[in-house]
């Protein structure tokens, strides 16, 4: 006797699951919902950075305040997973916060090999005007939201995200089978 498919495999071939794969022929960039995450995040993006510049602030520290108003002091490991940041990029971040005294760095004692950040006192006044403005920003972009809306699309994003972390390839290997020019496994 046959099992019925999953309702996540029959998705997968059919409707508008199998429409947003750009593998599909009738494939269109602006159904794909990478191309429109990509975009809304560049987007968003954008208009934090015309709030924040004008206040000798840019995203990359703004993204290192906020993880640090929750995670304080925190492993520049954890920071970098949290901004997904580079390490050296992250590296570069935290030196010049530490020159602008926004934060302060130090041996981890229970383990001298982790490098943690902690935020300073001048940090934090600066992540309070930092919040206001990136709270500006978010309340004019979800203003035609429901908080419902809001919740959804946390959900379905963090779906997502577990399905991406799940697909991330152990010592830079892909997980993805290698495929010649002819579609065959090579």
């Excluded at 999953?6 to 960039?29: D, L, M, N």
């Excluded at 975009?39 to 709030?51: K, P």
């Excluded at 495929?179 to 496994?185: E, I, K, N």
Aim: with cysteine.
């Amino acid at each position: 006797m046959p099992s019925d498919p999953s309702p996540a495999r029959t998705r997968r071939a059919t409707g508008v699951h199998a429409r947003t794969s750009p593998a599909h022929e009738s494939f269109r960039i602006a159904d794909y919902p990478f191309y429109r995450l990509n975009r809304v995040t560049a987007l968003y993006t954008e208009c934090l950075e015309r709030e924040l510049k004008p206040r000798g602030m840019d995203q990359p520290r703004w993204r290192v305040l906020m993880i640090l108003n929750e995670h304080n002091p925190a492993a520049m490991g954890l920071i970098a997973e949290l901004a997904v940041m580079k390490l050296p990029t992250l590296l570069k971040v935290v030196r010049r916060m530490e020159d602008e005294e926004l934060v302060r760095t130090g041996a981890r004692l229970s383990d001298q090999r982790v490098t943690e950040v902690s935020i300073t006192p001048r940090g934090r006044k600066q992540l309070g005007w930092v919040r206001k403005a990136a709270a500006d920003v978010y309340h004019r972009v979800t203003a035609q939201l429901a908080g419902s809306d809001i919740e959804t699309l946390n959900v379905l994003l963090a779906s997502l995200e577990q399905s991406l972390l799940g697909l991330r390839p152990a010592r830079g290997r892909s997980t993805l089978k290698a495929t010649s020019l002819r579609g065959t496994p090579s």
